[in-house]
């Protein structure tokens, strides 16, 4: 399925157990197995949930290992994985840190994913944050942002539709190599993920899409209005797709600590709040769903597609 800026406000999630910052992960993933993982791929897909995404971090420093922990699935593999078990469902990048790999690397990994699973990929990037990471590989870690820019370029010349694709960078050059199979789409969306002025910068002149990394409600209007107009600026004409990441939800009466910020309660009550996303120019949200349990993961995300979904275009 697309997302679009013109279609109803649509949603997706991050998947849990493929990462498990401490800053989101429920108790019980840690135990959790690839099966697990199949089960809420497959429970999206039935949930009418239009993407499902997964992380990158090659490998976290001990500095930050309590906070962030070491569980991060690779994201092309994990994605891989769940595409041959799944039918409609988008499988998103969120986010791919391009910089950490050469572009013809990442476009043959993504490319093939694209391939694999009959156009479902989005390919979400972002700058990255961990120093030692990018040391670790030869990376510029400094020169980032520069190197996200040049990226995206490249990668755009490298996921068309040529065979033998061309591009000539300040850091990054090919031609005359070619690369099959090509991805299924004629254009595989890329969304820029961040909420620093550069980042959305970045979005607004080189984006399919916009991806804010926690951006509370009463910041994002302003954001929003700056993205359009340094797209705008940019003489950029295509429409943008806008995320937002929503506040941990939980559908119906919990009965138990979900934590003050969660949002709780009958379902239209969780879509009038959801259907405010829309009115500020969010055309997709990601979803987090509070939880014990597999089952009451999936058991939510049903609840979601059938009780609240039905009411966010209204």
């Known amino acids: 399925m697309s997302i679009s800026p013109g279609g109803p406000l649509s949603y997706g999630m991050q998947l849990p157990v493929q990462s498990q910052s401490a800053i989101y992960a429920e108790p019980w993933e840690a135990a959790a197995t690839p099966a697990d993982l199949v089960r809420v791929a497959r429970a999206a897909d039935r949930a009418g949930f239009a993407y499902i995404a997964g ?24 994605l891989s994985f769940l595409a041959g078990v799944t039918e409609r469902v988008l499988l998103m990048s969120h986010v791919a840190v391009v910089g950490l790999r050469h572009p013809l690397i990442t476009a043959k990994q993504y490319a093939t994913l694209d391939h694999l699973s009959g156009g479902r990929l989005v390919l979400g990037v972002g700058a990255g944050h961990v120093r030692e990471e990018f040391e670790a590989v030869g990376a510029d870690f400094d020169g980032r942002g520069g190197v996200l820019d040049e990226s995206i370029d490249a990668l755009r010349a490298a996921l068309g539709p040529e065979e033998y694709p061309e591009f000539a960078g300040e850091r990054f050059a090919f031609s005359g190599l070619g690369q099959l199979p090509r991805p299924a789409q004629e254009r595989v969306p890329v969304w820029v993920g961040g909420s620093s002025p550069a980042a959305v910068r970045r979005a607004a002149v080189r984006g399919d899409g916009w991806l804010p990394q926690g951006d509370p409600r009463d910041r994002l209007p302003a954001q929003i209005a700056r993205l359009h107009a340094l797209r705008e600026e940019a003489g950029v004409e295509a429409p943008i797709v806008v995320g937002a990441i929503t506040e941990p939800l939980y559908v119906g009466e919990p009965g138990w600590p979900v934590g003050r910020r969660t949002l709780a309660g009958k379902p239209e009550e969780l879509a009038e709040s959801l259907r405010e996303y829309a009115a500020i120019g969010v055309h997709q949200i990601q979803v987090r769903f509070r939880s014990r349990s597999m089952d009451e993961l999936t058991d939510q995300m049903a609840a979601f597609g059938a009780d609240v979904a039905p009411h966010l275009g209204r």
């Open 55 to 78: 992380c990158d971090h090659v490998a976290i420093p001990r500095r930050l290992a309590e906070g962030m922990s070491t569980v991060w699935y690779d994201p092309v593999a994990t």
